[in-house]
């Protein structure tokens, strides 16, 4: 490898890092480190013919693809996320931030326990009802969480409750680990499809304006949702 080449690694690593710890960070990407992130990875595919996994195992990249595939389906207008390069991206930018990688992680194996006690089978080999079935969960559960979070924050903010602030109102959700983590991968997987070639043509999106912040629409958002098997959270 030359100097040159091996300089624009580099350079290629580092954008990616940068652009993975943003998310960590803000929660937030705009549209042209999400198009890099695209770029790249097609890029790396049209080289070598196939995409070479850089952070998670076989198993939990199929178990991605499947999530990526309920979460923004295929429909008459569009592929789905996993057409769209979801699990790509999201492989792609967990191996540059150790936080994303070990959400992920985490969050792959939470999943795969729970639906073994539930129904004595991994996510990718159950059946496509029992799949949307845990989905719904913790869909449900986020909204539940959300709404102690929300209760908890009034009761802290009341004089009365003030020696007690720091003690919780109600117990977690029994899934409120696995819908953390739902919401992180129902986030970057709609951010990845609606960044991608595929979804900004599904947008109608023509790329004639210049965008320094990029969020997908909320009409987008409710679309993506209404195409999945379960609701919105």
Known sequence: MSNLVALESIDRRAVLRGIALAITASGTLDLEAAQHVHTETTAEKAKTGTYKLKEFTAAEYKTLERLAELIVPADKVSGSAKDAGAPEFIDTLS????????????GLAWMEAEM???????????????????????VEAGR?????????????????????????????HELAVGARFFDWVRKMTVDAFYTSPMGIKDLGYLGNKALSKYEVPKEALDYAIKRSPFANG
């Open 144 to 172: 539940s969480e959300a709404e102690r979070r929300s209760e908890e924050l009034v009761y802290q903010k009341a004089a009365v409750y003030k020696e007690f602030s720091n003690y919780t109102v109600k117990r977690e």
């Open 116 to 138: 073994r006690k539930r129904y004595n089978t991994g996510f990718v080999a159950a059946k496509p009802e029992q799949q949307t079935a845990m989905l719904d969960l913790l």
């Open 95 to 106: 191996s540059q931030n150790d936080t994303l990688a070990d959400l992920f992680h985490g």
